[in-house]
C-alpha cells in the first residue's frame, strides 16, 4: 500500500464520516423551563439531568429555552417553536403567566404536528387554558375540579372516567411503587417488563381533564393506606391534539425520583416518540423488575443533596 493511497483512504473515510446526512439528524428538542409552583419542585437542579438524559440517547439535539420569572418581562419571550420537533414541559405557572398570543402560537404549533412531553408537575400548569388540557388530558392543583373534567383511572383493566364530584390532584408521602404497563403494544412500552418498580417519588391521582385522544399506557394503584384512592391512577399516557403527538408522564417530582431507570428509559422513549411517532431505542439491560427498582451511578444527586422542601405556605399542599 503506497503512502498517497493511505492518505486517500483516510481523507475518504473521514469525508463520509463528514458528510452530512448519511447519519440520521439529530431530534431537535426544547426543554422548557424557568418556572414551578413552589422551591420544592427545583427546576434548576432537575432540567440539567433530564437534559442529560436525552443526550445520552444519543437521539437529541436539546435547547433549554429558560422563560422569564413570575414578574418578568414576557414582551420579548416568544419562542421559534417551529424550530424543534418536541417541547419537553418542565414547568409549571398560573393561567395569566402567558398572553393569549403566546397560547395561540404554542396550540398551532402541536395542532400541525409539534411534539410535546409533559413532566410531572408541567401537569399542573394553566388549569383554565382549555387547549392545554386538551393536550395532557388530565392534570391536577391549582384550583382543578369536576368542572374540568372526569377523575380518570384504570379499573378492572379498564379505562375510567368518574364524574364524580371532587378536587383534582393528591399524592402520599414518597414511596416506591410498582407500575403496570396497561398497554404493551405502544412503541413507547413495547418490550418493557409488563409490571416494575420505581423508586420513592410521588403518586399522583384525582387527575382531572377531558382526556380526549388519551390513551393510558401504564398505571399504578394508588394506596388508601397512603392518602390513596385505591384506584390504578394513570403514571404514562400518550395524546393526540390535531397533528401533535403528546407523551404524559407523572413520575418526576425531585432528582432522586429521576434516578430511576424506568423513569429515564420511558421518558427518553416518550420523547422520541413524541417528536416521530417511532421509538428506535433499545430497552436498557438494567430496567427494573416487578420487586426490584433500578438507579445509575451517573445520575446520582450531588454529594449532600437533600430534597427541596417549603411551599407557598405552612401546610400548603405539596404538588
Ligand atoms: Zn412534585
Not at 437529541?60 to 418581562?73: C, N
Request: charged share 20%; glycine share 12%; net charge neutral.
Amino acid at each position: 500500500m503506497t503512502k498517497s493511497f493511505m492518505i486517500g483512504s483516510l481523507l475518504g473515510a473521514l469525508l463520509v464520516w463528514a458528510v452530512p446526512g448519511r447519519a440520521a439528524a439529530p431530534i431537535r428538542v426544547m426543554l422548557l423551563d424557568g418556572e414551578q409552583g413552589g422551591p420544592y419542585h427545583a427546576w434548576q437542579e432537575t432540567s440539567p439531568y433530564l437534559n442529560k438524559m436525552l443526550g445520552d440517547a444519543g437521539l437529541f439535539q436539546v435547547d433549554v429555552v429558560t422563560a422569564p420569572p413570575k414578574d418578568g418581562d414576557f414582551t420579548a419571550f416568544k419562542p421559534d417553536w417551529g424550530k424543534y420537533q418536541v417541547v419537553v414541559a418542565n414547568y409549571d405557572v398560573p393561567d395569566e403567566r402567558w398572553s393569549e398570543g403566546l397560547k395561540t402560537s404554542f396550540e398551532q404549533y402541536v395542532r400541525n404536528g409539534g411534539g410535546l412531553v409533559s413532566v410531572h408537575a408541567a401537569d399542573n400548569a394553566f388549569p383554565n387554558w382549555k387547549e392545554y388540557n386538551l393536550m395532557i388530558g388530565v392534570g391536577g392543583w391549582r384550583g382543578r375540579n369536576e368542572k374540568s373534567g372526569p377523575h380518570f383511572y384504570y379499573q378492572d383493566g379498564k379505562q375510567v372516567a368518574d364524574t364524580s364530584p371532587g378536587n383534582a390532584g393528591s399524592h402520599g408521602a414518597r414511596l416506591a411503587y410498582k407500575i403496570v404497563n396497561q398497554v404493551t403494544s405502544h412503541p413507547i412500552t413495547k418490550g418493557l417488563p409488563k409490571e416494575w418498580l420505581h423508586v420513592p417519588d410521588e403518586l399522583y391521582a384525582n387527575m382531572r381533564g377531558p382526556g380526549e385522544n388519551m390513551t393510558v399506557l401504564s398505571t399504578s394503584w394508588s394506596d388508601p393506606a397512603n392518602r390513596g384512592t385505591n384506584h390504578d391512577e394513570p403514571i404514562l399516557m400518550v395524546l393526540s391534539y390535531g397533528k401533535g403527538r403528546i407523551f404524559h408522564t407523572v413520575m418526576g417530582h425531585d432528582l432522586a425520583a429521576l434516578n430511576c431507570v424506568g423513569f429515564i428509559a420511558t421518558y427518553q422513549r416518550g420523547t422520541e416518540w413524541a417528536a416521530t411517532g417511532k421509538v428506535t431505542q433499545k430497552v436498557p439491560a438494567d430496567f427494573p423488575t416487578a420487586d426490584k427498582p433500578q438507579t445509575r451511578a451517573a445520575y446520582n444527586p450531588p454529594a449532600g443533596w437533600t430534597s427541596p422542601t417549603g411551599g407557598p405556605g405552612r401546610g400548603a399542599p405539596r404538588k
